[in-house]
């Protein structure tokens, strides 16, 4: 199954092969159960409907019972896949309330033979202490269950992760301002939260304020903890309530800075907001997926910093799972953002070289249609104020999925601007999807100032652009909850509709260290999109909407 996912080659992957595991250890995969075109389509229908500001279905979201009947997932055909596996050694199969993802937990020895492939372990080669177990060649289910089953998640997926250069950047800051943490003279010229406050024009009196039902969450991977005394350290020192309201997953009091990163910011911007750590102890998207559709209390709006390039170990069967996920969590009034990538527009993989044809690498699942992706900046000077491209921003055009229609407008007017300078075309798909859909700072030039390990330290990537854009909008999703309003849920339709609620940024490229990249321009663009939360123009937005 996955036949285009390409065998894993020690010389392209940030993983390397250091072992085998123990054949009876426990491990847990995903098996995405077939759900038949006409039913997915149906359910993007309605997730553009609901999620379309001008259209009467707009807001009129689904529950979790709903989205199963649009999906009529057959039982016959789930009862089918789990008796298989259980029939090979499965010790627990959970089925997905929609019926269309199975969670097994089995032995190694059971997954190679139920499978046909074998795993490794991979240790990922700039943090050793970071392990997964994944197979290094394809896998396959035997014919009379191949039908009924899209893919096995959690086997040919190497996840990214973010590069190890964008952290300890502490004393590299070049900002001027005021240093708001003044507590602590090692954020001074760094991004802290009163830089956020003014330069996307936030009202502390709503972003402090707790409306009921108002929610939102980030999402952290193996080993990606909170310590919440360094929480405290960070709310001390500038002055923002930063506490963790639930976890789903569980949590070790260790700092992981990704983890820190993602709830102090997220915090920092929506101090007053409800939050939730959604934590997975595998680096499985698929089942992240799953944990937030299966619940009609699932938090409204959703920061995820995860991705790969689309052409590393990335299928379309994969994507296909991963964006009715996605299809399902904005029919359900969620709102989900994701990081666009910190490599410019090579991705991981890189745009080849002597030997290979030279084509940009796109992120997914920032490419996805169905998810809001969210670009970097930097301050174009050394004052808060204009921004500019960040240089190492994930931006471009899906190899995938098509321009969707809530884009198309802008995404031709982008092609069609003379001052775009466009790179040469065998570079990139033309008739991609493009991304990002709006941005926030994430550059180097102005780390974020990050209290870690019991002390700060400054950190830069998209990672930290996603949670601050996904706090504005959790804001906003207050204000419309106050008013007795449905929720945001599904933001593109909106962004898209709205280019002036956002600042504009027209200057910089996201070529990272590679000759071409795209240029930001007036307007949106691929590598900044519609530019960064303007608060009080979206404010008058969100309030005039039925």
């Not at 760094?190 to 039902?213: D, H, I």
């Not at 990704?258 to 907001?273: N, R, S, T």
Request: charged letters at 20%; hydrophobic letters at 35%; one cysteine or more.
């Amino acid at each position: 199954m996955e036949q285009t996912v390409p065998h894993y080659n020690s010389s392209l992957s940030s993983w390397q092969i250091v072992g085998k595991p123990d054949l009876a250890s426990l491990i847990n995969i995903t098996a995405v159960v077939r759900v038949e075109d006409d039913r997915l389509n149906m359910l993007e229908d309605i997730l553009l409907q609901v999620s379309d500001p001008d259209h009467e279905n707009y807001g009129r979201y689904l529950n979790v019972s709903d989205v199963t009947k649009v999906l009529n997932v057959s039982e016959a055909r789930v009862e089918k896949i789990r008796r298989y596996f259980l029939g090979h050694g499965a010790v627990r199969t959970d089925v997905h309330p929609n019926g269309d993802m199975i969670f097994l937990t089995m032995p190694v020895s059971a997954i190679e033979d139920s499978l046909n492939t074998e795993l490794h372990i991979f240790q990922h080669k700039e943090r050793s202490s970071v392990q997964i177990i994944r197979s290094r060649r394809g896998y396959s289910v035997p014919r009379h269950i191949s039908e009924d089953v899209m893919m096995i998640g959690e086997l040919v997926q190497f996840p990214r992760l973010r590069p190890r250069r964008l952290n300890n950047l502490t004393g590299t800051g070049r900002g001027t301002w005021p240093n708001d943490c003044a507590s602590e003279a090692r954020c001074q010229g760094l991004v802290t939260p009163g830089v956020l406050a003014k330069r996307y024009k936030l009202n502390k009196s709503s972003s402090n304020e707790k409306v009921q039902g108002n929610t939102m969450a980030v999402a952290e991977f193996q080993g990606q903890y909170f310590d919440p005394t360094d929480l405290k350290l960070f709310g001390d020192a500038c002055n923002v309530p930063t506490t963790v309201d639930k976890v789903i997953g569980g949590n070790q009091p260790s700092a992981g800075v990704e983890a820190e990163l993602d709830i102090e910011y997220i915090k920092a911007v929506a101090p007053g907001i409800e939050l939730t750590v959604v934590y997975n102890n595998q680096y499985s998207l698929l089942n992240w997926a799953g944990e937030i559709t299966k619940s009609d209390d699932s938090p409204l709006v959703h920061s995820v910093s995860y991705g790969n390039d689309e052409a590393q170990q990335t299928s379309v069967e994969y994507m296909i799972s991963a964006n009715t996920g996605f299809m399902k969590a904005g029919a359900m009034g969620r709102s989900i953002l994701f990081a666009s990538g910190d490599q410019g527009v090579c991705g991981r993989e890189g745009c080849g070289g002597i030997f290979s044809k030279k084509s940009f690498k796109p992120d997914f699942p920032a490419a996805s249609p169905y998810i809001t992706a969210v670009g970097g900046t930097d301050f174009l000077g050394d004052a808060i104020g204009d921004e500019t491209a960040w240089t190492f921003g994930g931006g471009g055009f899906s190899d995938t999925f098509g321009i969707p229609a809530y884009q198309k407008q802008a995404v031709e007017a982008y092609k069609a601007a003379a001052d775009a300078n466009l790179p040469p075309q065998a570079l990139w798909n033309a008739t991609g999807r493009g991304y990002p859909d709006v941005a926030a700072l994430g550059g180097e030039k102005a780390p974020y100032c990050i209290a870690t390990s019991g002390g700060f330290n400054g950190v830069s990537g998209t990672s930290a652009s996603s949670p601050v854009v996904a706090g504005v909008f959790a804001i906003l999703n207050g204000v419309r909850l106050k008013a007795g309003k449905k929720p945001l849920g599904f933001l593109n339709p909106l962004i898209y509709k709205n280019p002036n609620a956002f600042q504009d940024v027209s200057h910089g490229c996201n070529k990272a260290d590679f000759q071409y990249g795209f240029n930001a321009v007036k307007g949106w663009d691929a590598a900044t999109g519609h530019g960064t939360p303007d608060y009080e123009a979206l404010l008058k937005v969100v309030e005039s909407l039925p």
